[in-house]
């Protein structure tokens, strides 16, 4: 049974940093195409970052951001600890949401993909992240 448990999540003033750890069981999250979504009230869940898979040639693994988080949030991996990490600094009102981890164990084969809630065959419960301007 594959679980996923987001953390990290708290009140932050604007300009600050959190750290969201999501930790996998059940799942290898070196073997899975991961990803942050978030869900603001009364908004749709939207795309955050994702990481691709370890390459089997290059042992390198490739990230992708929404415009509205680049250069600011960072998607990294723990392939020690199977825990999905995102970064946020510089943290605005606007990034207020609740944060969801999501893995695919189909890798995507566009962006338009990655970016797709449907795409991801688990999630986990969500971490709150509210920042006060």
């Known amino acids: 049974q594959v679980q996923l448990v987001e953390s990290g999540g708290g009140l932050v003033q604007a300009g600050g940093s959190l750290r969201l750890s999501c930790a996998a069981s059940?799942?290898?999250?070196?073997?899975?195409?991961m990803a942050w979504f978030r869900q603001a009230p009364g908004k749709e869940r939207e795309f955050v970052a994702a990481?691709?898979?370890?390459?089997?040639?290059?042992?390198?693994?490739?990230?992708f951001y929404a415009d509205s988080v680049k250069g600011r949030f960072t998607i990294s991996r723990d392939n020690a600890k199977n825990t999905l990490f995102l970064q946020m600094n510089s943290l605005k009102p606007e990034d207020t949401a609740v944060y969801y981890c999501?893995?695919?164990?189909?890798?995507?084969?566009?962006?338009?993909?990655?970016?797709?809630?449907?795409?991801?065959?688990?999630w986990g419960q969500g971490t709150q992240v509210t920042v006060s301007s």
């Open positions: 059940g799942l290898t999250l070196r073997s899975a195409f």
């Open positions: 999501a893995a695919a164990l189909k890798s995507p084969s566009s962006e338009v993909q990655h970016r797709t809630t449907r795409t991801y065959d688990y």
């Open positions: 990481l691709s898979r370890i390459g089997t040639i290059t042992f390198y693994a490739d990230t």
